[in-house]
């Protein structure tokens, strides 16, 4: 296989944790094999860049994706980067929040950017 980047798109979390477990364990199999890949946090899914917040998603199914907040530390400690939407800083407040392990604030120009040399997965 060619040498494939890719950006995981994440607009869910409180209203789907079981969408965000199942893309989030997907990129931790492929980063198994080595493939280049980051998030892009937008919408409700920016709250996962907020520290602790995965850790409140327990009404996910059990058994069938490990916990959202289990993932993220498994991403980082892969080197994952968690890109948060600019826009929707203020608006879920981030900016009065710790934000997660490698993960850093920015614009929507940023994600157009990378969608020019990435294949996108929007979950």
């Known amino acids: 296989m060619e040498n494939k980047k890719f950006v995981f798109i994440i607009?869910?979390?409180y209203d789907n944790p079981d969408v965000v477990a199942g893309a989030m364990q997907l990129a931790a199999n492929m980063?198994?094999?080595d493939m280049e890949?980051?998030?892009f946090f937008m919408d409700k899914g920016v709250l996962l860049a907020k520290k602790g917040f995965a850790a409140t998603?327990?009404?996910?199914k059990k058994d069938e994706f490990s916990p959202v907040d289990?993932?993220?530390k498994t991403l980082a400690d892969f080197g994952v980067k968690f890109y948060i939407c600019a826009s929707c800083v203020k608006h879920y407040e981030l900016?009065?929040?710790?934000?997660i392990e490698n993960s850093?604030?920015?614009?929507g120009s940023f994600l157009a950017e990378m969608l020019?040399?990435?294949q996108s997965l929007t979950f």
Not at 57 to 60: E, I, K, P, V
Request: hydrophobic letters at 40%; glycine letters at 4%.
């Open 31 to 33: 980063k198994a094999f």
């Open 11 to 13: 607009t869910h979390s």
């Open 70 to 72: 289990e993932l993220l």
């Open 95 to 99: 900016d009065k929040a710790e934000l």
């Open 37 to 39: 890949l980051d998030f």
């Open 116 to 118: 020019g040399d990435r």
């Open 104 to 107: 850093e604030v920015k614009p």
């Open 57 to 60: 998603l327990t009404w996910q």
